[in-house]
């Protein structure tokens, strides 16, 4: 099994940057792909972002690309969400996953994922 842990989530006023972080264990990191997902109260889960297993390739939800960097430390097992000019919308539970990858292609659906964290939660004030 592969173990996630989250962690850097908080309370930040509209317009300000908060960077997340996903701890892995368990199995070798680099063999899987990593996405971020997210869920407000009442809503579906959410994708955000994915990163394949060597970083080269990437990709966002249109409602935060130019403003949210995912990057991963193999080295370090640690996956980054990096959130700049956050918006309330913003607002909810920030989950890491992992998808064992034997493809270039990068999931988005959440469907794919084979483990998941305990979530983190992001609050923007307006």
């Known amino acids: 099994q592969v173990q996630l842990v989250e962690s850097g989530g908080g309370l930040v006023q509209a317009g300000g940057s908060l960077r997340l972080f996903c701890a892995a264990s368990?199995?070798?990191?680099?063999?899987?792909?990593m996405g971020w997902f997210r869920q407000a109260p009442g809503k579906e889960r959410e994708f955000v972002a994915a990163i394949i297993w060597s970083g080269r390739k990437t990709y966002y939800a249109d409602s935060v690309k130019g403003r949210f960097t995912i990057s991963r430390d193999n080295a370090k097992n640690t996956v980054y969400l990096q959130m700049n000019s956050l918006k309330p919308e913003d607002t909810a539970v920030y989950y890491c996953?992992?998808?064992?990858?034997?493809?270039?292609?990068?999931?988005?659906?959440?469907?794919?994922?084979?483990?998941w964290g305990q979530g983190t939660q992001v609050t923007v004030s307006s």
């Open positions: 996953a992992a998808k064992y990858q034997v493809s270039t292609v990068v999931p988005a659906a959440w469907r794919e994922y084979d483990y």
């Open positions: 368990g199995r070798t990191f680099s063999s899987y792909a």
